[in-house]
């Protein structure tokens, strides 16, 4: 399992510099940083790459944006890994990096508990002898299956059941392998739905919630109001109404009241619990199921939603040659 995860960027002022870092106890000299962004982007630094370091201070699998984003995505590795078989991951969390709208400790910490469950998954050394390539191409060669479409689900969010089966693993490590076999064109890509989701994790488990205008308290109750003629006392129409004495009270002026005539209709409004206050619109709120943040709808992230289709005649190549 690999020991941390840290993004470096390039500065024009002060160079090769240590973005962030997970865990925050993970020391790397800043001497190693620049080591690691020079000899990781040597050449054309337009051009995206995956790419293995190794010395006697430490052991990477890295990922160069290019000019998609001129950053570093280091995944720092024990002695006894195999770097190779973070290509994969490495690929895929540098793409979940770029369209990440959390903090960088936040999202670097996010990611690494991510790749600390990922397991099994990371058994093999290279990418066409990874098991769970393997289970795709046969099941495609052999299946009667060539298209993959998305499925919404609040608890799995967006993801991919037959492509999930053919792959011999769980619909939430999909996207992982989605990811390298569209770079690969063994997967093509076709937009067919779309999601506002959360900008803070991506979940489209979203709730709407109406909020306090004043306190912003969730605490909030809905009903028929009524004014006190009298006093200028509000209240639910309800709590006018005292159920022993079978007759309309009001609690704030200790007076019955003897007519309707004397409470003023003043519609449907909310209560707040925490503050007692009476307010005739809330404040609208998402609260995302996933990460528990509370968003703004028009801090809402447009998600393009796509069905894939197996590239047949490229799969066949592959499988072709290693059976040679």
Same mark, same amino acid.
């Given at each position: 399992m690999p020991k941390g995860i840290a993004v470096i960027t390039w500065d024009d002022h002060f160079g090769a510099m240590l973005d962030? #870092?997970? @865990? !925050?106890?993970?020391e790397i000299t800043n001497?190693?940083?620049? &080591?690691l962004y020079t000899s990781q982007t040597m050449g054309d630094i337009s051009t995206p790459r995956f790419s293995i370091f190794q010395t006697k201070e430490i052991k990477v699998a890295s990922y160069f944006g =290019?000019? +998609? !984003?001129n950053a570093l995505l280091v995944f720092i590795l024990g002695e006894d890994e195999e770097p190779e078989k973070y290509q994969l991951i490495v690929i895929q969390t540098f793409n979940e990096y770029v369209t990440n709208n959390t903090e960088t400790d936040e999202f670097l910490e996010r990611a690494f508990k991510k790749v600390l469950g990922m397991g099994e998954l990371l058994g093999s050394a290279s990418v066409l002898e990874n +098991?769970? #390539? &393997? *289970?795709? %191409?046969? *099941?495609?060669? $052999? =299946?009667?299956?060539? !298209? %993959?479409? @998305? $499925?919404?689900?609040?608890?799995?969010g967006i993801y991919y059941p037959l492509l999930s089966k053919y792959l011999g693993v769980e619909p939430t490590q999909t996207s992982l392998f989605i990811d390298y076999l569209c770079r690969q064109d063994f997967l093509i890509p076709e937009v067919v739905d779309c999601a506002l989701v959360c900008p803070h994790c991506g979940s489209i488990k979203l709730f *709407?919630?109406?909020l306090c205008p004043k306190c912003n308290s969730k605490k909030m109750q809905k009903g028929l109001t009524a004014q006190h003629r009298l006093c200028g006392y509000v209240n639910f129409y309800e709590n006018f109404f005292d159920k022993p004495r079978n007759r309309l009270h009001c609690d704030n002026c200790n007076t019955f009241i003897s007519n309707e005539k004397d409470l003023i209709n003043k519609g449907i409004s909310y209560y707040c619990v925490e503050c007692k206050v009476f307010t005739k619109r809330g404040r609208d709120y998402l609260e995302c199921g996933n990460c528990s943040k509370l968003i703004k709808r028009e801090e809402l992230v447009f998600k393009e939603i796509y069905a894939y289709t197996a590239n047949l005649e490229k799969i066949n190549q592959i499988v072709k040659f290693k059976e040679r």
């Open positions: 962030s #870092i997970y @865990p !925050k106890d993970l001497d190693l940083v620049l &080591q =290019g000019d +998609r !984003k +098991r769970v #390539i &393997q *289970n795709f %191409f046969s *099941n495609v060669v $052999t =299946g009667d299956v060539l !298209k %993959f479409l @998305p $499925t919404k689900d609040y608890e799995l *709407n919630l109406l």
